[in-house]
């Protein structure tokens, strides 16, 4: 089980940055179409991220605190690192899906850091928000992929191989659903991102080289969790259908941001804390009725 | 507990106008409130002073952008009522219609912000477009989308021509086929229920107390309207209902503005049904512009019209054709009053959703009284800068 | 059901946005854009700027008038109370200037339209 990095590899998880930026424009204009509008460009990630490149430093009272810019940074690296796990020809690693369940764990810790370390309270506030929304999401997220792993019976990402397992967990892949709303922050569960309430919530401090880090790793999150579905819940084509499909499943999350509206902080709770209960039953399920 | 202040305003993607509160927070809930304004007083009281009538009735408008005819109608009525005259029937239907096609613009925008706030932009861009329908139509009609300036001292400037009746009903049309899929929306979609049901209440008592007006008091079961209890202009001749809700909190008041909207509607199709064929007179060209009437005994008058927040009063000293003094108190001056009350001891998500149910208006709201040692003065600017600054 | 549907179709319809600079817009007859000023008609009776509300007319001699567009706010006064009907509306909107001295009228020679 040894981590194997060639230049390959490399080049690949630069060249993935873009890609994830594009795939961010797709959902905005997507959901512009929806709306009977038209919408910005479809490179208009790129263009915001190679502005920002370009500005300075901010004049914050947090501009003291090394977090504050060491934080971007790290929540950036953790986001490329994500994709060290989906398995193409190019790179492949033989670890636990353990792994994989901390590394989002990190994620999301590290976000929730970075608002902590600016002096702002709407940062405050909604990092808190989103603490409190992890104790359960992460337990979601740990038995879903569990369940899916012991049905199957292997251990390690690169060995899975099945198709169109959504018809045989149903539960799981409707948990799993609701899971990359809380995650990506879409409604109707992105209360953590309410600009109504706290305004622009955890990058309300940041600017410049902060902020185009933040927003790349947002965008990476997305992408990887839309190829996490793919890969888990409908199968693992070759690498062209692949990418071909990522843009379709991008589409599918645009359509439920479009359709609902948010829910508030404690009902968002209780509806997790329902679908927790179901993605317990599931995993008892598995074990006694398999179709 | 985590206590912190949070200051909401006065740039916040909540308030479309500056005003700041000033709210303090123990975990998720609220404390206590404080409200600060004064961001957006613009001395329009002092503006009127010593300024002529035909001046003032197009100063008037500029009190606010988005009920603007509402304030040029109280004017014109406090004006007619003193010299007298009788504005002839076309003139009152022309008048009538441009008042309730302001009326569905403004409740289409305050929906459109409305689910702004609690995260449905689909529903907001959709609002947004069936203003713009409104929009064009006033255009068609007055000359210019959002300030009208159509009122005159006993007539209209434009008339209305038959040519205009197919272009304003066809986008009457397109407005009304959408007004039932919002209806369901707000009612029906569970996700709006939550955010919206048991969410600043105020009691019938309560709004009675404190003498709420507009939709505010229709959501919470009080019939008032001045178009029912003081007609004026052409709404005796009409035939609408009066829409009130008994659930006295935020969905009752978000479901009467919408059920107004095709009351104004149905008005507006009776008025150009029966419009009547003969000319308005045309208006006068001699100083002081205001045609041929008898000097007035009095010196006093006021007007009172209901704007889509609510019922509007202005109090005037006239004198020689002159303003000499000018009170304006508008709906949301009568109603923010209620608004620190509500906001003790509700989480933090809900604050955007009680500041917009009540529609504030702000830039029509504030007025400033100086009071000292019991007694009132009234002060302009020269004077508030030598004796305060 | 009602949303999802609506949503659905207007993914495949034409957007409601009309591309403004690059569509040129179009105003009605009522519209009220920029003063025109026929300086061959006017008979220098001074209505026009003792009852501007804004006080953007300013009154040199018979045959020259400065109107300031900058503080102008388009009520109409002067048009209709020029005895001579010398002061029109034109449909220009599209006039925004970095130097204050070009926010004028336009002047014109002519008869007034009817």
Redesign the interface.
């Known amino acids: 089980m040894g981590l194997e990095l060639s230049i390959a590899s490399i080049v690949f998880l630069l060249l993935l940055v873009p890609f994830a930026l594009v795939m961010e424009g797709i959902r905005r204009k997507t959901v512009a179409r929806m709306q009977n509008r038209i919408g910005p460009p479809v490179w208009q990630p790129i263009y915001d991220v190679l502005k920002l490149f370009q500005k300075g430093k901010t004049d914050t009272l947090a501009k003291e605190n090394p977090f504050f810019w060491i934080v971007p940074i790290l929540t950036f690296l953790s986001g490329l690192a994500f994709f060290l796990f989906i398995p193409f020809n190019i790179i492949s690693f033989q670890h636990d899906f353990i792994f994989l369940i901390y590394l989002l764990v990190l994620e999301s810790a590290l976000f929730v850091l970075a608002g902590f370390a600016s002096n702002n309270p709407y940062s405050t506030i909604a990092s808190m928000r989103e603490l409190i929304l992890m104790v359960c999401y992460e337990m979601i997220f740990a038995i879903v992929i569990l369940t899916v792993f012991i049905f199957e019976g292997v251990l390690s990402v690169a060995q899975f191989d099945s198709l169109f397992l959504f018809w045989k967990l149903p539960v799981a892949f409707i948990c799993f659903m609701v899971l990359v709303a809380v995650e990506i922050r879409i409604t109707p569960y992105d209360t953590v991102d309410a600009p109504t309430e706290v305004l622009e919530s955890i990058r309300n401090e940041y600017s410049g080289k902060g902020l185009a880090f933040l927003k790349m790793a947002d965008a990476l999150k997305m992408t990887f969790f839309a190829a996490m579905l793919l890969y888990f819940f409908i199968g693992n084509f070759n690498m062209v259908a692949f990418f071909v499909l990522i843009p379709v499943a991008v589409m599918v999350f645009s359509f439920i941001q479009a359709t609902t509206c948010r829910y508030r902080v404690d009902q968002t709770f209780k509806r997790l804390a329902f679908y927790l209960i179901l993605a317990l039953v599931e995993i008892v399920r598995i074990k006694f009725i398999v179709w | 507990m985590h206590e912190c202040t949070l200051p909401i305003g006065p740039q916040s993607p909540t308030m479309k106008e500056p005003m700041c509160i000033r709210v303090s927070l123990e975990g998720n809930y609220v404390n206590d409130a404080r409200i600060r304004m004064g961001y957006i007083h613009k001395g329009i009281e002092h503006l009127f002073e010593n300024k002529s009538i035909i001046k003032v009735l197009y100063m008037s408008e500029h009190i606010c952008g988005i009920c603007s005819y509402a304030h040029s109608a109280c004017f014109t009525q406090a004006v007619e009522k003193l010299y007298n005259v009788h504005t002839p029937k076309k003139a009152r239907y022309i008048r009538t219609i441009v008042a309730e096609l302001e009326r569905i613009h403004s409740h289409i925008l305050w929906f459109g912000f409305a689910m702004h706030e609690i995260g449905y932009d689909t529903l907001f861009q959709y609002g947004m477009r069936e203003r713009e329908y409104i929009l064009e139509c006033f255009e068609r009609l007055t000359g210019n989308r959002v300030i009208h300036s159509i009122n005159k001292i006993g007539t209209v400037r434009y008339d209305f021509k038959k040519k205009d009746v197919p272009f304003v009903l066809e986008r009457l049309a397109k407005v009304e086929k959408m007004l039932p899929f919002y209806l369901k929306m707000v009612e029906k979609n569970k996700v709006v229920v939550a955010r919206l049901s048991n969410v600043g209440r105020i009691s019938r008592n309560m709004a009675r107390k404190f003498c709420a007006v507009g939709p505010l008091a229709r959501g919470s079961g009080i019939k008032a309207d001045i178009r029912k209890d003081r007609p004026y202009e052409a709404y005796s001749e009409v035939d609408f209902d009066l829409i009130t809700d008994n659930r006295c909190d935020s969905l009752a008041r978000t479901v009467v503005r919408l059920k107004e909207v095709g009351q104004s509607i149905k008005i507006i199709k009776q008025l150009i049904k029966r419009m009547p064929e003969e000319k308005i007179p045309p208006f006068s060209k001699i100083p002081p512009y205001l045609g041929k009437f008898p000097e007035p005994k009095d010196k006093f008058s006021y007007g009172q019209v209901e704007a889509p927040r609510g019922e509007n009063f202005h109090f005037y000293k006239l004198e020689k054709g002159v303003v000499k003094k000018a009170r304006i108190r508008t709906p949301t001056f009568q109603i923010i009053q209620l608004l620190d009350k509500l906001l003790i001891g509700v989480e933090i998500g809900d604050i955007p959703v009680i500041i917009s149910s009540f529609d504030p208006c702000f830039s029509c709201m504030e007025r400033m009284i100086v009071v000292k040692d019991g007694k009132k003065e009234v002060l302009n600017e020269d004077g508030f800068r030598a004796k305060y600054c | 059901m ?3 549907w ?3 179709k ?2 495949f ?1 034409k ?3 009309k ?1 403004y600079p690059f569509v040129k817009a179009e ?2 007859e ?3 854009g920029r003063i025109i000023y026929k300086a061959d008609l006017c008979i220098g009776c001074k ?1 026009c700027a003792i ?3 804004s006080s953007a007319i300013k009154f040199h001699k018979k045959g020259k008038i400065d109107f300031n567009m900058g503080e102008c ?5 002067c048009v ?2 020029c ?1 001579v009907n010398a002061i029109e509306f034109s449909n220009e909107f599209e006039f925004a200037n970095k130097d204050p001295r070009e926010l004028k009228n336009k002047i014109e020679h002519g008869k007034p339209k009817k």
């Open positions: 009602g949303i999802n609506e949503c659905f207007n993914f319809k957007p409601f946005t591309k105003t009605c009522r519209f009220r209505q009852n501007c509300p706010f388009y009520c109409g006064l209709d109370i005895p």
